[in-house]
């Protein structure tokens, strides 16, 4: 039964994020319908690299002190204006359930 809601907030990704962050990407990606393997090491490396990225700008989804997924990615110059690209965008799996 999914009658309980799961209250999360939003914020800003910061460095100390990232090993946490790694864990929840590898544990999400593993699930249904992906089925990927990933490991640890490497979730880490890319997600470092997407942090570092000039541009960089993401979100972390959390509830008091569980992380629930991110949304990674970076502004683009593009004709003048910026552009949002949306590098990662991952989610723990089993939610409110």
């Known amino acids: ?14 460095e100390k994020d990232l090993v946490s962050l790694s864990d ?3 544990r999400a990606f593993a699930a249904d319908p992906w089925q ?3 490991k640890q090491a490497w979730a880490h490396d890319r997600l470092s690299i997407i942090f570092a ?6 979100l972390v989804s959390e509830t008091d002190d569980t992380l629930l997924g991110a949304a990674m ?6 004709k003048g204006f ?3 690209e949306l ?11």
């Open 53 to 58: 990225s000039p541009g960089f700008y993401g």
């Open 1 to 14: 039964m999914r009658d309980a809601k799961v209250q999360s907030a939003m914020r800003q990704v910061t």
């Open 24 to 26: 929840v990407y590898v």
């Open 82 to 84: 910026f552009e949002y």
């Open 36 to 38: 990927e393997t990933w």
């Open 87 to 97: 590098l990662e965008l991952w989610v723990r799996g089993n939610i409110g359930v």
């Open 73 to 78: 990615g970076r502004s683009l110059p593009h």
